[in-house]
T-cell receptor, first 112, second 111 residues
């Protein structure tokens, strides 16, 4: 089992460029989440999904879009990157709401 | 919205000293989870507390959930250098499917 994987590990974007971050899990989990982590800010929820084909907004959704076309994948898109989106992005999956979350290794994104 | 406050933000101890981090929620929680993140790593689940007044132990780590289910603590006895990292609490409200994370407590242990 690979658990939760994220692609890419690192990326540098120029302001205005777009990109998609991919999260994949092989644990057949229903719930998946995207967080961003900034120094001193902890983990903030961007978007989440409680099942294939469903998505919902978290605490800081502006500037991001997501899709969950397949149960095992959760994509995070940045349509027009801004320097404020420089962060480390973590994906997590969960069997159900009352269980623990499993985190991927993270993607370090820099927007110049 | 729900807020989860965690103190202290940072603590530096000598190996062998004890360490405690505290977590307080603005609302009553259905459960609370604790995670550890090593430097450069990702958060890893430690434990979940569900019942009012619950106490759980994992070797040198003791986790408590308050009677009102609004606060929690993590206590490490006789810290070791392997305990270095940031400890996060994360609370969940009834009827919701998301966790609200505290900002974490960074623990540094000097040998």
């Amino acid at each position: 089992n690979a658990g939760v994987t994220q692609t890419p590990k690192f990326r540098v974007l120029k302001t205005g460029q777009s990109m998609t971050l991919l999260c994949a899990q092989d644990m057949n989990h229903e719930y998946m989440y995207w967080y961003r982590q900034d120094p001193g800010m902890g983990l903030r929820l961007i978007h989440y999904s409680v099942g294939e084909g469903t998505t919902a907004k978290g605490e800081v959704p502006d500037g991001y879009n997501v899709s969950r076309l397949k149960k095992q994948n959760f994509l995070l898109g940045l349509e027009s990157a801004a320097p404020s989106q420089t962060s480390v992005y973590f994906c997590a999956s969960q069997r159900g709401s009352s269980y623990e979350q499993y985190f991927g290794p993270g993607t370090r994104l820099t927007v110049t | 919205g729900q807020q989860v406050m965690q103190i202290p933000q940072y603590q530096h101890v000598q190996e062998g000293e004890d360490f405690t981090t505290y977590c307080n929620s603005s609302t009553t929680l259905s459960n609370i989870q604790w995670y550890k993140q090593r430097p450069g790593g990702h958060p890893v689940f430690l434990i979940q507390l569900v019942k009012s007044g619950e106490v759980k132990k994992q070797k040198r780590l003791t986790f408590q959930f308050g009677e009102a289910k609004k606060n929690s603590s993590l206590h490490i006895t006789a810290t070791q250098t392997t305990d270095v990292g940031t400890y996060f609490c994360a609370g969940m409200n009834s009827g919701y499917s998301t966790l609200t994370f505290g900002k974490g407590t960074m623990l540094l242990v000097s040998p």
